[in-house]
């Protein structure tokens, strides 16, 4: 690989969630391979440690963002418009690998991009279901049409993509991994029925946790839950908690290290109503945490069969507690299935093969440019 090949991943998203965390890995792991730049979140660029170029990307205010649309930016691209812009224009650029889908974002900045010849790269981190892309203008199939290559992270992805109409070559499954070193078993199960999300649109559906905490209260369950995360249905969230008193519900908002949430987890609880392919699955599982989650995206491709997890079928507060509390009270089961879990993450979801997946696409993408050889385009 040659020196030269800079990369720059953006992130725009002003709130730290699953797209966020894969963006600092990918941007650690790779930034000896690639001279790395990212444009992001000044939240974003404090978690991330290694010497890489960092630049800002200043949100519009919040009451602008409440006036345009909520926190997905309608007015995104004042910021594009000059930071993406300059960036591309104050250094040589090889390549950028984007980490959010914004119609106005790809609209300002990929057609300037293939207009220069510089390879373009989506990570998309959603299903992508019909549902999640009814309302979304231009099209999907003509703003991802403009990307050199489409990373899906996980098969139900690439599968709806290319019923959009999106070349299946164009799109790579590149699977989220996660370092099993760094997420360890605890001692002894945990204290909580525990979510971990972005609290902020209706696919995590973050109520439906809050509704499953309020019947195992009614039911007089010895069982306590704990909501991690942050955004903008935060407040709405917490109102219900207080008016409908659900007291063995606390919500303790973003926390930095995730090891410390599966430390104190006895159960993950994923109420998604769709998905890519949850880091906090695979973290989760990794740490010998069992998980109990709706049967959407990517999560059947990870729990197979309930030997691994527990997939529930129907989005229902009954179904998962009954699901949570059959797992808890076999405790012969519930350790299988912490081992196995475990062992399955080192089997198939580790990091360095995402990132050397991801390495290998880039190398692919950056070898037309820089070996012109390689493409036989050198006449005789």
């Not at 991330?48 to 963002?65: C, D, G, Q, W, Y």
């Not at 207080?242 to 919500?251: A, F, K, R, Y």
């Amino acid at each position: 690989m040659s020196q030269r090949d800079r990369v720059l991943i953006f992130n725009s998203a002003p709130i730290i969630g699953g797209a966020e965390v894969y963006t600092e890995r990918i941007v650690t792991g790779l930034h000896e391979r690639f001279r790395v730049s990212i444009l992001a979140s000044p939240r974003l660029l404090a978690r991330i440690k290694v010497p890489v170029a960092k630049r800002r990307f200043l949100t519009v205010p919040e009451e602008i963002r409440r006036r345009r649309g909520g926190y997905r930016l309608e007015t995104i691209y004042f910021q594009i418009r000059h930071w993406l812009g300059w960036l591309l224009r104050g250094q040589q650029t090889d390549l950028v690998h984007f980490q959010v889908y914004e119609e106005r974002l790809i609209n300002l900045s990929a057609p300037d991009l293939k207009r220069r010849s510089i390879p373009s790269v989506i990570t998309i981190h959603i299903e992508c279901t019909p549902h999640q892309i009814s309302h979304r203008r231009p099209h999907p199939q003509e703003a991802l049409d403009q990307f050199s290559a489409i990373v899906c992270v996980c098969d139900a992805t690439k599968r709806n993509l290319v019923r959009l109409g999106i070349p299946a070559d164009k799109c790579h499954v590149i699977r989220n991994g996660v370092d099993a070193d760094v997420f360890q078993p605890a001692e002894s199960p945990g204290r909580f029925i525990t979510w971990v999300g972005r609290i902020s649109d209706d696919d995590k559906n973050p109520m439906l946790f809050v509704r499953i905490a309020e019947l195992a209260k009614k039911q007089g369950l010895p069982l306590r839950f704990r909501m991690i995360g942050d955004g903008p249905a935060l407040s709405v969230v917490r109102k219900y908690v207080i008016d409908h008193e659900v007291h063995n519900l606390q919500l303790d908002g973003w926390i930095q290290d995730s090891r410390e949430i599966y430390r104190d987890a006895e159960v993950l609880c994923i109420t998604s109503n769709t998905e890519g392919l949850p880091l906090v699955l695979l973290e989760a599982m990794a740490s010998g945490v069992p998980v109990v989650a709706t049967n959407v995206g990517g999560i059947p491709e990870v729990i197979k069969d309930d030997s691994v997890g527990s997939l529930v079928m129907n989005c229902n507060e009954a179904d998962f507690l009954h699901a949570i509390v059959s797992l808890c009270r076999d405790k012969d089961r519930y350790c299988a299935v912490s081992r196995n879990a475990r062992a399955r993450i080192k089997e198939a979801f580790s990091l360095r093969d995402m990132l050397d997946q991801l390495a290998g696409l880039y190398n692919e993408l950056l070898t037309p440019r820089c070996d012109p050889v390689a493409q036989g385009e050198v006449s005789h």
